[in-house]
């Protein structure tokens, strides 16, 4: 594994990942956040579809239910709670799952990962916020401790992800690199499965940016692992990051203008529409710059499926141009694509 995307669980995401090229999905193991919304037995039937119709077999997934921990039993015929309920559903269709938790989820939290870790054999993820780590480390391995102990299992069998959030700046990268190497140097009293440093970059809202034209937003997470790896003496951490998506939960019910997010080296380019067609027919035009910038990738339609889909927009050979859920899919489809491959080749994100 070299490569932990944090992405939401919505079908844009699961497509994705649904169409990802074989040497791509062995090299990841995505993290699928469990969305919140109104009705929760509804989110995860939903989570439980998209599982079940797009995750290719054998691909390893991590699933966080932490948004939802104390929403209590799911209801109906089952009698357990989300995580367990989604453990089943994994189960049902032989889909291996890796249970998220974190050092101060609730006993009974704790209680569903160490049953799903027994159902499913892979272990679990611990999700570490670097911004709330005590300055005592002995505090936190207290913890720690405790909850693996609650848990049945030893670090050798525990992805650790240490996560820095949201990093936009220049400035909060070098504020987040202390915290992030304080973490490491912690993290070395335990012989981790995994060690993971993860970020997000990408902005909550696109409203602000220029229209119908390509905005460079520079990947700080990319900069965070770099100055990290750096400063790090050992083997450098795992690379992780929140795809093109904010690292926050999404509003419910926005809806934003056509927009375009295509990663280019540690940089994305982000095109947004200013509306002038019926429908989303902007999109069209969008891929139509993207094929005709230098930012198009060398490889072309072959660097991923969603590359695939862009071109077709662009020569108009679809006869719609999509939605929000689709132009997420092709935009994290490549992302998936070229962060694999560029830590494969070149051993950097």
Known sequence: MTYVPILKGKRGEFTALGKVAPEVQAQI?????????????????????????????????????????????????????????????????LLPMVPVFRVFDPPGALREVRDVH???????????????LPADSSAISHEVRRALHALGITPEQVDLVLDAGYVPSDVAVAQAVPAMLHALDWARTAPWRQVVTAGGSFPQTLARLPR????????????????????????????????????????????????????????????????RRPGNDDFFALCAHLLESDHW?????????????????????????????????????????????????????
């Open 29 to 93: 193991r995505p993290v699928l956040e469990v969305v919140p919304d109104e009705g929760r037995r509804d989110v995860l039937e939903t989570f439980r579809k998209h599982a079940w119709k797009e995750l290719p077999k054998g691909l390893e997934v991590a699933v966080d239910c932490g948004a939802l921990w104390h929403a209590g039993p799911v209801g109906g015929f089952f009698t357990g709670h989300s995580m367990n309920w989604l453990s089943e559903a994994f189960g049902a269709w």
């Open 118 to 132: 027994r159902a499913h054999g892979l272990g679990a993820m611990l999700r570490l916020d670097i911004v709330a």
């Open 212 to 275: 119908d034209r390509p905005n460079r937003l520079h990947r700080w997470e990319t900069a965070l692992w770099h100055k990290v790896a750096r400063s790090f003496e050992g083997t450098p951490p795992v690379f992780g990051d929140y795809g093109v998506s904010h690292p926050a939960m999404p509003a419910k019910g926005w809806r934003g203008s056509p927009n375009l997010r295509y990663t280019v080296g540690e940089d994305w380019q982000v095109y947004v529409a200013s509306q």
């Open 297 to 349: 990738a060398a490889q072309g339609e072959a660097t991923s499926w969603g590359d695939q889909q862009f071109a077709l927009c662009a020569h108009g050979h679809r006869a719609k141009a999509g939605a929000a859920s689709e132009w997420r899919a092709w935009a994290t489809s490549h992302h998936l694509a070229v962060v694999a491959n560029s830590l494969a080749s070149l051993g950097t994100p």
